[in-house]
């Protein structure tokens, strides 16, 4: 038995927060969600004193790569390693749930079974494999790499030899940097053939949009998840402003990456007001696609990121007029709703996925970053027990 005691309590988004609250977890299972007055402390239970605290339910990142060198042979690198690195990339800001949207698949299948025998702490992995490219697209940032192209609808049968092979998810390129200067975009057929055989397995589609025209042949064909907001124009137009509410209408949902664009930006030299105009785009078509209601989620792109402090996402998420509610269920009960998994919420006979943040993130958006503690399946990945 472990007891969470004294943090403000917050079972999910929409719930009013117990301000001196109680978690009871018993092995890998919540059992009560309380006040500290009507919650039972069994005696030799191992308390967690959360006070000064937000308990919360474990984060999903939804958009994250086992790239890193560090990953590489998972199947036989030293478990410590392993560990240290799912520590720093993602158990250590709260992440218990993964989706990996491009890798070597079978190498991250070997990671995921090492953590799931119980040998590597850490989060429950979901994987896209490599992903597809559009006919002369495979994205000139992996070189000397290559992913597989889709030159025509008929291609889809790589696609479900991938899922066939233990992909979880479809990732496709529909707008794809071919060049520095340059963006391939896949044609709608190509990707509504991909979507098929995605959905035909049950799985589902993301894609990596670029920019205004891969974005809406993503939507146009389908796809259920855009990977990133697509603030970018090689030509200086503007943004597509019908997108938003096609995305809406057809459900997709959406993962905006806003940090991802200064952070790359920078790397690339270029000016400051150059940078701050790309972010405002993916910032302003985040609000665009919240005022409708859309479906955001969470997610980073760390592993292609070597910066891993999520920080600055959620004060642009902040930014785009999301309240804490809203980023918290882009944290949470979004993606646990998109993927279909009963998580995502405290409370009893939920897996004890558990995150205790230093602060409230009601008054400082920059605490969903500062986690004390974080708990998989009552068992503690990261922090002071
Ligand atoms: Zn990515």
Redesign the pocket.
């Known amino acids: 038995m472990t007891a969470l005691v004294g943090g403000r309590v917050l079972p999910s988004p929409q719930a009013a927060a117990i301000p001196d609250g109680v978690v009871l977890v018993e092995e890998a299972i919540i059992t009560a969600v309380g006040a500290r007055g009507a919650v039972h402390v069994p005696a030799g239970a191992r308390v967690i004193d959360c006070a000064g605290g937000t308990v919360t339910a474990g984060f999903w990142n939804s958009?994250v790569?086992f790239t890193g060198d560090v990953f590489r042979a998972a199947n036989t690198a030293p478990s410590e390693s392993l560990a240290a690195a799912l520590r720093a990339m993602l158990t250590s800001y709260g992440v218990v749930h993964v989706v990996d949207?491009?890798s070597d698949l079978l190498n991250t299948l070997a990671l995921r079974r090492r953590i799931e025998s119980g040998e590597v702490p850490g989060p429950l992995i979901l994987t896209a494999g490599a992903g597809f490219a559009p006919a002369g697209g495979s994205p000139f940032y992996i070189l000397p790499a290559r992913i597989p192209e889709l030159t025509r609808p008929a291609d889809a049968v790589l696609v479900d030899a991938e899922l066939a092979r233990g992909g979880d998810i479809v990732k496709l390129f529909t707008g794809s940097w071919a060049t520095p200067r340059s963006i391939v975009v896949m044609p709608v057929d190509v990707v509504r053939a991909a979507v098929e055989v995605g959905h035909r397995r049950g799985k589902l589609v993301f894609a990596?949009p670029s920019n205004s025209p891969g974005a809406r042949a993503a939507i146009e064909g389908g796809v259920d998840v855009l990977?990133h907001t697509f603030p970018a124009s090689l030509d200086g137009s503007p943004w597509d402003r019908a997108l938003p509410a096609m995305m809406k209408e057809r459900g997709t949902a959406l993962i905006p990456t806003l940090k991802l664009w200064p952070y790359e930006l920078t790397r690339g030299g270029l000016p400051p007001d150059l940078i701050e105009l790309v972010l405002g785009n993916g910032v302003a078509q985040t609000r665009a696609f919240a005022e409708l209601g859309g479906q955001l989620l969470f997610g980073t792109?760390v592993g292609?990121m070597t910066d891993y402090d999520p920080t600055d996402e959620f004060v642009y998420l902040q930014r785009a007029g999301l309240a804490p509610a809203q980023i918290l269920a882009m944290l949470t009960t979004a993606p646990a709703a998109r993927f279909g998994r009963a998580t995502g919420r405290l409370a009893p006979g939920l897996a004890a996925d558990i995150v205790v943040l230093d602060g409230d993130p009601a008054q400082d958006v920059r605490a969903f970053a500062k986690v004390r503690t974080t708990m998989r399946d009552g068992r503690v990945l990261h922090g002071r027990t």
């Open positions: 958009h790569h949207t491009g990596h990977a792109d292609y």
